[in-house]
Protein backbone atom coordinates (compact mmCIF):
# COMPACT_ATOMS: atom_id res chain seq x y z
CA UNK A 1 0.00 0.00 0.00
CA UNK A 2 1.33 3.45 -1.13
CA UNK A 3 1.07 6.66 1.40
CA UNK A 4 1.02 9.73 -0.84
CA UNK A 5 -1.12 12.97 -0.08
CA UNK A 6 -3.54 13.56 -2.52
CA UNK A 7 -1.71 16.40 -3.43
CA UNK A 8 1.70 14.44 -4.40
CA UNK A 9 -0.88 12.17 -6.56
CA UNK A 10 -2.12 15.21 -8.60
CA UNK A 11 1.25 16.63 -9.37
CA UNK A 12 1.80 13.05 -11.28
CA UNK A 13 0.41 14.49 -14.00
CA UNK A 14 -2.00 11.30 -14.36
CA UNK A 15 -1.54 7.84 -15.75
CA UNK A 16 0.05 8.33 -18.81
CA UNK A 17 2.62 11.19 -17.56
CA UNK A 18 1.37 13.33 -20.28
CA UNK A 19 -1.69 14.88 -20.08
CA UNK A 20 -1.40 18.23 -18.90
CA UNK A 21 1.46 18.70 -21.90
CA UNK A 22 -0.97 17.41 -24.26
CA UNK A 23 -3.88 19.58 -22.90
CA UNK A 24 -2.05 22.69 -23.42
CA UNK A 25 -0.80 22.05 -27.03
CA UNK A 26 -4.08 21.23 -28.17
CA UNK A 27 -5.15 24.81 -26.22
CA UNK A 28 -2.79 26.76 -27.78
CA UNK A 29 -2.43 25.47 -31.17
CA UNK A 30 -6.77 25.59 -31.12
CA UNK A 31 -5.70 29.73 -29.97
CA UNK A 32 -3.20 29.84 -32.92
CA UNK A 33 -5.64 28.55 -35.76
CA UNK A 34 -8.44 30.82 -34.22
CA UNK A 35 -6.63 33.75 -35.43
CA UNK A 36 -4.87 31.90 -38.37
CA UNK A 37 -7.96 30.56 -40.14
CA UNK A 38 -9.58 33.91 -40.40
CA UNK A 39 -7.34 36.03 -42.22
CA UNK A 40 -6.11 32.61 -44.05
CA UNK A 41 -10.38 32.78 -45.64
CA UNK A 42 -9.48 36.32 -46.11
CA UNK A 43 -6.69 35.67 -48.56
CA UNK A 44 -8.11 32.64 -49.76
CA UNK A 45 -11.01 33.86 -50.86
CA UNK A 46 -10.00 36.47 -52.31
CA UNK A 47 -7.95 34.32 -54.71
CA UNK A 48 -10.65 31.45 -55.21
CA UNK A 49 -12.20 31.82 -59.30
CA UNK A 50 -9.56 34.35 -59.94
CA UNK A 51 -7.32 33.25 -63.17
CA UNK A 52 -3.92 31.17 -62.45
CA UNK A 53 -1.92 33.97 -62.96
CA UNK A 54 -3.55 36.09 -60.04
CA UNK A 55 -3.37 33.20 -57.70
CA UNK A 56 0.05 32.61 -58.63
CA UNK A 57 0.57 36.46 -58.08
CA UNK A 58 -1.12 36.33 -54.68
CA UNK A 59 0.70 33.74 -53.31
CA UNK A 60 4.26 34.62 -54.59
CA UNK A 61 3.70 37.41 -51.74
CA UNK A 62 5.23 36.83 -48.53
CA UNK A 63 2.23 37.15 -46.22
CA UNK A 64 -0.12 35.02 -47.67
CA UNK A 65 2.89 32.33 -48.38
CA UNK A 66 3.71 32.57 -45.09
CA UNK A 67 0.09 32.58 -43.52
CA UNK A 68 -0.67 29.52 -46.16
CA UNK A 69 2.15 27.67 -44.22
CA UNK A 70 1.60 28.14 -40.94
CA UNK A 71 -2.32 27.13 -41.45
CA UNK A 72 -0.77 24.12 -43.29
CA UNK A 73 1.37 23.16 -40.37
CA UNK A 74 -0.44 23.99 -37.33
CA UNK A 75 -3.54 22.49 -38.76
CA UNK A 76 -2.32 19.12 -39.65
CA UNK A 77 -0.07 18.78 -36.43
CA UNK A 78 -3.59 19.51 -34.63
CA UNK A 79 -5.48 17.18 -36.54
CA UNK A 80 -2.59 14.64 -36.12
CA UNK A 81 -2.67 15.32 -32.19
CA UNK A 82 -6.91 15.23 -31.64
CA UNK A 83 -7.28 12.58 -33.91
CA UNK A 84 -4.89 10.26 -31.83
CA UNK A 85 -6.31 10.94 -28.65
CA UNK A 86 -9.70 9.92 -30.16
CA UNK A 87 -8.03 6.73 -31.45
CA UNK A 88 -6.37 6.13 -28.00
CA UNK A 89 -9.79 7.10 -26.16
CA UNK A 90 -12.47 4.53 -28.60
CA UNK A 91 -9.76 1.99 -30.02
CA UNK A 92 -7.71 -1.13 -28.59
CA UNK A 93 -4.95 -3.73 -29.72
CA UNK A 94 -3.79 -3.72 -33.04
CA UNK A 95 -5.79 -1.50 -34.52
CA UNK A 96 -5.31 1.29 -32.52
CA UNK A 97 -1.28 1.67 -33.33
CA UNK A 98 -2.17 0.68 -36.82
CA UNK A 99 -4.71 3.53 -36.99
CA UNK A 100 -2.36 6.16 -34.85
CA UNK A 101 0.50 5.40 -37.51
CA UNK A 102 -1.71 5.83 -40.49
CA UNK A 103 -3.62 9.30 -38.91
CA UNK A 104 -0.10 10.68 -38.12
CA UNK A 105 1.09 9.78 -41.66
CA UNK A 106 -1.86 11.06 -43.30
CA UNK A 107 -1.31 14.34 -41.51
CA UNK A 108 2.41 14.87 -42.71
CA UNK A 109 1.57 13.60 -45.98
CA UNK A 110 -1.24 16.26 -46.76
CA UNK A 111 1.50 19.01 -45.03
CA UNK A 112 4.37 17.90 -47.45
CA UNK A 113 1.59 17.90 -50.07
CA UNK A 114 0.52 21.52 -49.61
CA UNK A 115 3.90 23.04 -48.69
CA UNK A 116 5.23 21.32 -51.99
CA UNK A 117 2.39 23.06 -53.90
CA UNK A 118 2.90 26.75 -51.61
CA UNK A 119 6.57 26.20 -52.74
CA UNK A 120 6.01 25.65 -56.18
CA UNK A 121 3.38 28.65 -56.41
CA UNK A 122 6.10 30.95 -54.57
CA UNK A 123 8.89 30.38 -56.35
Known amino acids: ?20 EHHWS ?4 AAGLAFLVPVWLYVFGKALGQPREVVLET ?8 LTALVLVVGMRHFAMGATTMIE ?3 RGTAR ?3 IIFVISLSWVIAATGLFA ?4 AL
Open 1 to 20: MRYITPRKRAEGKGAAHAGT
Open 26 to 29: MMVS
Open 59 to 66: FSHPFPAI
Open 89 to 91: DYV
Open 97 to 99: KML
Open 118 to 121: LARM
